[in-house]
RNA sequence: GCCGCCUUAGCUCAGUUGGUUAGAGCGCCAGAUUGUGGCUCUGGAGGUCCUCCGUUCGAUCCGGAGAGGCGGUACCA
């Protein structure tokens, strides 16, 4: 051995990102088909933008000159200008309205689909690209729009199969808490943020939890302190108070809510807006086990301005070690009425709702949901004599001219070699074209699945392949018909 | 970002009180079976023992640094 470094180079995937193959591709395209389905029945437009944008169009986590990948994929182009991969698609969408105003049929409604890309540590379900699914309405700020999102984002989830009762849509109003913390006098913003991220941890920390975080701050048992919003115990009792009116129904909610925001204007506004939504969420007929009101849910995000959902995963759900998995949130979003206004300076309402694809897809596959099934391989057809591949390429081409997947074996392993590899892609059929057959003008169509099923009462191999299962020795010209009569049944 | 634990074959993991050839099960490849998937048997391939630096006659093992993974915490568009 010499001490040159060593030229190969390593196969590995980059950090936070994933090699996906056919399986798992095909049930994602199922639900974002299904979901697509939902939005254009309501009327949504398919927008397609690019995957980078400027950093500056991304907002607040836009690089700088001190930190320019911060939380996002940036790099400079050759004018120098900072462009970054988009962490979301509402950003893109908000660029794009703001260019397009004028053209645009309004309100402008679209749903897009499409890869986003954040640089942060990755997780266990959490990658630095992942794709979303989103629906925004832009140009109303009716709360008739938020229902109707909502409505989607309900019958979204239902078209791709996750049951009633699975999940649960969760709906708030940033106005609420924000009237509530103005008539108590909390005005800093940060101390507001400092808040919202407190009654976030509701379900995490607690009730207990929260009230520390709310005030000077929490220990946690690793020892480590979390500074608390600095709120006096007077104002903490109404946010806990608030965040603690959830349960029931729509109406019921709404009632005590009313008692703790009243007499703020803010919160006042804020519930006659949940008011409307949820006379709008009864007229589409979604259920109140569906979609409720929940004054502790927060989004984290500051943008929002309104109207708040989450959507969170219900159904008892199990990892891969037995244990009780957390599931948490499987999509969200919310009104953001100022997003559009940083580019043209005028407040443009605007409500959507987005769900990560791989993390429905888990969620299915975790409430036992999904079609785990392997992908049906083609008609393999056996390639025993590399002077026939002309023969061999021409049977393979009369069945895909006949409607069925098929294709030659192209490696260079013996017969049993290649049976092997038609049962693991599990194919139906197995076209065999040997000298035997080639002397008699025939051909040979063996029936995999019926093989499957013998093979677990078969223990002795010379039987096994002496039986040859399923197997059909036919005139050539009647070839596509043999593979109809096995791989129909296959279907 | 911070704290803790972990890293040996494709996968799951043994093991070496620091000593010459590092193992198992599963998986993979081949043969038994000139042209037939499963079972069984036999054989084979596959390892910088995470990386670098240090201690040592000698390090996969001890020390330090780093990387990666897992868990918690913070952040979360």
Request: glycine content about 12%.
């Amino acid at each position: 051995m010499t001490s040159k470094a060593d030229p190969r180079p390593k196969a590995r995937t980059p950090r936070g990102f994933v090699d996906r193959r056919g399986d798992v591709l095909r049930a994602e395209r199922r639900i974002v088909e299904a979901v697509s389905q939902v939005y254009e029945r309501f009327g949504f437009e398919l927008l397609e933008t690019g995957a980078f944008e400027y950093a500056d169009a991304l907002g607040k986590f836009l690089p700088d000159a001190d930190r320019p990948n911060e939380g996002v994929f940036a790099l400079q182009d050759d004018d120098d200008e900072w462009m970054a991969l988009r962490y979301d698609l509402t950003a893109p969408l908000a660029r794009f309205v703001a260019q397009n105003w004028e053209t645009l049929p309004k309100p402008f409604r679209r749903y897009a689909v499409g890869k986003v890309w954040r640089d942060e540590k990755p997780g266990p379900g959490r990658y630095r690209e992942f794709v979303q699914c989103d629906a925004d309405t832009v140009g109303s700020e009716r709360p008739e729009a938020d229902a109707e999102i909502i409505a989607m984002a309900v019958e979204g989830y239902a078209a791709a199969g996750l049951p009633r009762g699975a999940y649960v849509l969760k709906i708030n109003n940033r106005k609420l808490l924000n009237g509530l913390l103005a008539s108590c006098g909390v005005a800093d913003e940060g101390q507001k943020l400092a808040v919202l991220r407190a009654v976030d941890k509701l379900d995490r920390l607690g009730r207990d939890g929260v009230r520390l975080l709310l005030g000077e701050g929490r220990l946690d048992e690793s020892g480590a302190f979390t500074r608390g919003a600095g709120l006096a115990p007077a104002a903490a009792e109404p946010v806990l108070a608030f965040i603690a009116a959830g349960a029931g129904g729509r109406s019921a909610t709404l009632d005590r809510i009313a008692e703790v925001v009243a007499g703020s204007a803010e919160g006042e506004a804020g519930l006659a807006e949940l008011d409307r939504i949820g006379a709008a969420l009864g007229a589409f007929g979604v259920g109140e086990e569906q979609a409720l009101f929940d004054p502790s849910v927060v989004r984290g995000l500051e943008y929002y301005t309104g109207a708040v959902f989450e959507a969170e995963l219900l159904a008892e759900t199990q990892d891969e070690a037995g244990g009780g998995a957390r599931f948490g949130a499987i999509g969200g979003g919310g009104r953001y009425d100022d997003l559009v206004a940083r580019f043209t300076g005028e407040r443009t309402p605007a409500t959507g709702f987005s769900f990560g694809v791989s993390r429905l897809a888990a969620a299915l596959a975790a409430s036992g949901q999904s079609e785990t099934s392997q992908a049906r391989g083609p008609v393999v057809v056996i390639a025993l004599d590399a002077a026939r591949m002309t023969d061999y390429q021409s049977l393979a081409a009369e069945l895909r001219g006949a409607g069925f997947a098929a294709e030659v074996y192209l490696g260079s392993a013996g017969m049993k070699a290649q049976m092997r590899y038609a049962d693991r892609r599990l194919s139906p059929a197995a076209v065999i074209l040997g000298e035997d057959e080639i002397a008699a003008g025939q051909v040979t169509v063996k029936d995999l699945d019926l093989g499957r099923q013998l093979a677990a009462g078969v223990s002795d191999n010379r039987a096994w392949r002496g039986d040859r299962p399923g197997q059909v020795t036919a005139p050539r010209a009647d070839l596509v018909s043999l593979v109809r009569q096995i791989v129909g049944r296959a279907r």
